[in-house]
């Protein structure tokens, strides 16, 4: 087949369907860029479990004076030297579960808390004794936290044993509900696209019936007078592919240049993992455009 055949008769497709090729493109281009989006979420947010779960910490909270009014299981006042020493040595012992294991006393967690919250009105008025000590338990598996939890929870002295894992899951749970609206909405962009492509391609042979019925006079196969409506739906996707690249290419720019200077706590996914996923894009929008025109013409093409 030559060459020059098939691209003379893409761009008279192009031209004589002009309108609807470019919602062609428009379509494709917005479905795989919500497809590329959902896939970059998903790897953003497996990135950010494998880089915040190894840093998040258990914390055994002891009681203090205050907390033997309000908390049941403080009913005997602060804790004691000895309480806090019992359960570092239990800590010692769960050397299978436990990394490192750090105490802050009541003036460095005071510390922390008056750097973390400075306009607080509190600070003039609550002062170390309020903040209770505590030890900061690093898991081999952030998983593990249950073992930590069923072995301290309720033990002498103890007020509470808290994850710091509760507080990030908040936070991939959004990540995950984003992802799967993207999803959601990239399908539906797909099964629009789709349609249009149908259409296209439909209108497209029902304009150029003549000339197909000439060349199948002369005897062309079915291939020779079916390729160039398949290679102009492929084109129309591969143009939509590459401006879902762009927009997937700017976005990613702006959230390394402009975000990512705001948002420092978040470890965001680098340039490669977005060049990964273009060439996914291309070969899935201009494989479904071939594919939908291949099937369209067997039942709209009549030569």
Same mark, same amino acid.
């Given at each position: 087949m030559?060459?020059?055949f098939?691209?003379?008769e893409i761009?008279?497709?192009?031209?004589?369907?002009?309108?609807?090729?470019?919602?062609?493109?428009?379509?494709?281009?917005?479905?795989?860029?919500?497809?590329?989006?959902?896939?970059?979420?998903?790897?953003?947010?497996?990135?950010?479990?494998?880089?915040?779960?190894?840093?998040?910490?258990?914390?055994?909270?002891?009681?203090?004076?205050?907390?033997a009014?309000n908390?049941?299981q403080?009913?005997?006042?602060?804790?004691?030297?000895?309480?806090?020493?019992?359960?570092?040595?239990?800590?010692?012992k769960?050397?299978s579960?436990?990394?490192?294991?750090?105490?802050?006393?009541?003036?460095?967690?005071?510390?922390?808390?008056?750097?973390?919250?400075p306009?607080?009105?509190?600070?003039?008025?609550?002062?170390?004794?309020?903040?209770p000590?505590?030890?900061?338990?690093?898991?081999?598996?952030p998983?593990?936290?249950?073992?930590?939890?069923?072995?301290?929870?309720?033990?002498?002295?103890?007020?509470?044993?808290?994850?710091?894992?509760?507080?990030?899951?908040?936070?991939?749970?959004?990540?995950?509900?984003?992802?799967?609206?993207?999803?959601?909405?990239?399908?539906l962009?797909?099964?629009?696209?789709?349609l249009?492509?149908?259409?296209?391609?439909?209108?497209?042979?029902?304009?150029?019936?003549?000339?197909?019925?000439?060349?199948?006079? #002369?005897?062309?196969?079915?291939?020779?007078?079916? &390729?160039?409506?398949?290679?102009? +739906? $492929? !084109?129309?996707? *591969?143009?939509?592919?590459?401006?879902?690249?762009?927009?997937?290419?700017?976005?990613?720019?702006?959230?390394?240049?402009?975000?990512?200077?705001?948002?420092?706590?978040?470890?965001?996914?680098?340039?490669?993992?977005?060049?990964? #996923?273009?060439?996914?894009?291309?070969?899935v929008g &201009?494989?479904?455009?071939?594919? +939908? $025109? !291949?099937?369209? *013409?067997?039942?709209?093409?009549?030569?």
């Amino acid at each position: 087949m030559r060459a020059q055949f098939v691209l003379s008769e893409i761009g008279v497709g192009l031209r004589r369907n002009l309108t609807m090729t470019i919602a062609v493109v428009v379509s494709v281009a917005l479905s795989l860029a919500l497809a590329g989006a959902s896939l970059l979420v998903r790897d953003q947010v497996n990135s950010m479990k494998g880089y915040w779960y190894d840093k998040v910490e258990v914390s055994i909270y002891f009681c203090t004076k205050a907390d033997a009014r309000n908390s049941p299981q403080c009913d005997k006042g602060a804790a004691t030297e000895q309480q806090i020493a019992d359960i570092k040595t239990q800590l010692d012992k769960m050397d299978s579960v436990v990394q490192t294991s750090t105490f802050e006393n009541s003036t460095e967690a005071y510390k922390h808390w008056k750097e973390m919250n400075p306009d607080n009105p509190l600070i003039s008025v609550l002062g170390p004794d309020a903040i209770p000590q505590s030890w900061r338990v690093k898991l081999k598996d952030p998983t593990k936290y249950d073992v930590i939890q069923s072995a301290f929870a309720g033990k002498p002295g103890v007020k509470s044993v808290e994850d710091q894992r509760k507080i990030l899951e908040n936070l991939f749970g959004l990540l995950n509900g984003l992802q799967t609206a993207a999803f959601v909405i990239m399908v539906l962009m797909l099964f629009v696209a789709l349609l249009l492509i149908v259409n296209t391609v439909r209108v497209s042979a029902f304009s150029r019936r003549r000339e197909t019925g000439i060349m199948r006079l #002369v005897g062309a196969s079915n291939f020779y007078v079916q &390729m160039p409506f398949i290679a102009e +739906a $492929a !084109f129309s996707a *591969l143009l939509g592919a590459v401006m879902a690249s762009g927009l997937l290419l700017g976005g990613h720019f702006f959230v390394q240049n402009w975000l990512a200077e705001r948002v420092q706590f978040i470890h965001f996914i680098g340039l490669s993992s977005v060049l990964a #996923v273009i060439p996914l894009l291309v070969v899935v929008g &201009m494989g479904m455009a071939g594919i +939908a $025109a !291949f099937f369209t *013409l067997r039942k709209y093409l009549k030569v």
